[in-house]
């Protein structure tokens, strides 16, 4: 089990367990002191990570239950439509056809695209759903033993990413990437939008205080009992441990992206899986951006957007974005946070 913001956020959130069970579907529920307020828990693995959602309730835990595989339900669905390794997805039709001919996505799909174009031009390309065509060239990370890939390798890559040729046509609902080879890949954004996704069906059901999270992304509702939902922040080097804790008094999204989950050392140097468009190579100067956002999909978007900018430059973009705010953890472990989360995150000493 990966120790990701989400996991350490839900176990403060819940009080709860730490170390959720084994992987594929789990619960838990939980007695929250007086009458029969609790906070009842599900897990299932989707879209390659844990998805976990809790919920506070005062009623009965069967209902809640209901509720927590409605929404993981739905978010296997936005898995169905979004995975690179489904070829029958949207995105793995889109990718077949690059050079050929533009497919049409579904409304859901075309909006996220649409919205990853917009984060590109707002990054000046640092977030760009197109990095994909990179995602082969890096494959040599994992060669026994790692290789790195050449220059000629990277920079022959990199001359098919770009998000501006990217063709949307909303009219038609279609996708077109116009080079073979060209790829969409949506893992920065899609997980974002699935715990948008589980959020909307719980509240569908009826259920206003929980919190949805999935690989570092989470959407918060309501309270825990009347108390603000706390999560954790994941240390970016001590793993398993928190390096502070935020405190959400209102309804957010929040995501987290770091060098910490997936990364290979070669010759004493972190490899990780944040690509920097502009170089075709790992970017540099950030180890966490956690971010807070109306929404899940933009807070993924922007969190990877500045991961790749760097603290510098990513906290101009948190800085002029309205109803967005960050904490960034640089590589030397320096913190800087936006104006809006001062007073609202403790520090761990
Ligand atoms: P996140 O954890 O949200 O920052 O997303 C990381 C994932 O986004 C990676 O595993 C890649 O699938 C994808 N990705 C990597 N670099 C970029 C980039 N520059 N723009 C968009 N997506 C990226
Ligand atoms: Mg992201």
């Known amino acids: 089990m990966r120790p990701g913001a989400i996991l350490v ?32 828990t599900g897990r299932r693995q989707l879209m390659g990570t844990d998805f976990e959602v809790s919920v506070a309730t005062a009623g009965p ?19 169905r439509r979004l995975s690179p390794h489904l070829d029958e997805s949207d995105v793995s039709r889109v990718n077949a056809a690059a050079g050929a001919e533009p497919v ?26 197109t990095f994909a065509a990179l995602v082969p060239v890096w494959r040599a990370l994992r060669d026994q033993p790692p290789r790195l890939p050449t220059d000629q390798e990277i920079d022959a890559a990199r001359a098919l990413v770009g998000s501006r040729r990217l063709v949307l046509d ?26 948008d996704v589980g959020a909307e069906a719980l509240i569908d059901r009826g259920v206003h205080d929980f919190i949805v999270g999935g690989g570092g992304d989470l959407v918060v509702r309501g309270t825990k009992h009347g108390t603000p939902w706390r999560l954790g922040i994941q240390h970016p080097r001590r793993r398993g441990e928190l390096l502070g804790e935020l405190t959400l008094d209102r309804d957010q999204a929040v995501a987290t992206s770091g060098d910490y989950e997936r990364f290979v050392e070669v010759g004493g140097v972190r490899y990780h899986h944040i690509l920097d468009p502009r170089t075709g ?34 906290m101009r973009l948190v800085e002029r974005t309205p109803g967005v705010e960050a904490l960034i953890v640089d590589e030397q472990l320096r913190v800087t946070m936006s104006a809006g989360l001062r007073g609202r995150v403790r520090l761990v000493e």
């Open 9 to 40: 956020a839900a176990a403060l959130a819940t009080a709860g367990c730490p170390s959720p069970g084994p992987a594929g579907d789990a619960a838990a529920g939980e007695h929250d002191g007086a009458g029969g307020a609790r906070v009842v």
């Open 61 to 79: 835990e069967a209902r809640a239950r209901e509720a927590i595989e409605a929404a993981l339900d739905a978010v296997a669905g936005v898995e």
């Open 104 to 129: 049409r996505v579904s409304e859901e799909t075309f909006s996220l695209l649409e919205l990853s174009q917009q984060i590109s031009e707002r990054s000046a390309g640092a977030f760009d759903v």
């Open 170 to 195: 909303r009219a038609a609902m279609t996708a077109y990437l116009p080079e073979r080879g060209m790829a969409l890949g949506l893992g920065a954004v899609g997980k974002g939008h699935g715990v």
């Open 281 to 314: 190579r790992p970017s540099q100067g950030c180890a966490s951006v956690t971010l807070t956002g109306p929404d899940a999909a933009l807070a993924d978007a922007l969190a990877t957007a500045v991961f790749v900018l760097g603290p510098a430059e990513g």
